[in-house]
């Protein structure tokens, strides 16, 4: 089952922009596609909309790689362990760790796509669960749910579960 931050907290429009803060270690086409393609598993299933800006200036959401301590209070821990976090709404922050082997697929392949090293990273599965913290949920107990608090070594997952989709028909 689903859960959600305490207090609830969630956007208070619908219409939510994110930009890059960093760059990436991905050629940028593919990293912008990647992100693009975990926003829409999201609005796919909602009224919402996401959109890229170019500064962070202007953006609701911010989306950078980070590595060791880097001004927010939760420092990353180098390769393996924490691979990224998102805080609730309507902070919009979404931090990678730039320590760790991300991998990106370039087509929307099903799910569980094994990857040749074990060790690698999928953006995008790690993204929709980003995603997920960014517009208001918190873990699942459900363990096909993207926002289930762990995920197979070297696995891809990307497809929202229905508990995934009524977590956040709730809150939009
Ligand atoms: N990062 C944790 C996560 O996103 C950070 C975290 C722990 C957290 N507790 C939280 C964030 C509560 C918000 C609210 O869950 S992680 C996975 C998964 C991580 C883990 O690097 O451990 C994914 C990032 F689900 F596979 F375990 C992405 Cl997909
Ligand atoms: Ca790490
Ligand atoms: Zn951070
Ligand atoms: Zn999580």
Redesign the pocket.
């Known amino acids: 089952l689903y859960s959600y931050?305490s207090g609830e907290p969630t956007w208070d429009k619908t219409d939510l922009t994110y930009a890059f803060s960093t760059n990436s270690p991905f050629n940028h086409s593919i990293y912008q596609t990647v992100i693009s393609r975990a926003f829409s598993k999201w609005s796919e299933v909602t009224t919402l909309t996401f959109s890229e800006v170019s500064s962070t200036l202007f953006a609701d959401m911010e989306i950078g790689f980070y590595t060791g301590e880097h001004g927010d209070g939760e420092p990353f821990d180098g390769p393996l362990?924490?691979?990224?976090?998102?805080?609730?709404p309507t902070a919009g922050k979404f931090h990678l760790?730039g320590d760790e082997e991300w991998t990106a697929a370039k087509e929307d392949k099903a799910s569980s796509a094994l990857f040749s090293s074990r060790t690698a990273i999928d953006l995008e599965?790690?993204a929709?669960?980003?995603i997920g913290?960014l517009l208001g949920l918190?873990?699942s107990t459900e363990e096909s749910a993207?926002?289930?608090?762990?995920?197979p070594a070297g696995s891809r997952?990307v497809q929202l579960a229905n508990d995934d989709v009524v977590g956040i028909q709730n809150l939009y």
């Open positions: 931050f362990g924490t691979l990224a976090h998102a805080f609730s760790d599965s790690v929709v669960h980003e913290h918190a873990h993207i926002m289930y608090p762990s995920i997952k």
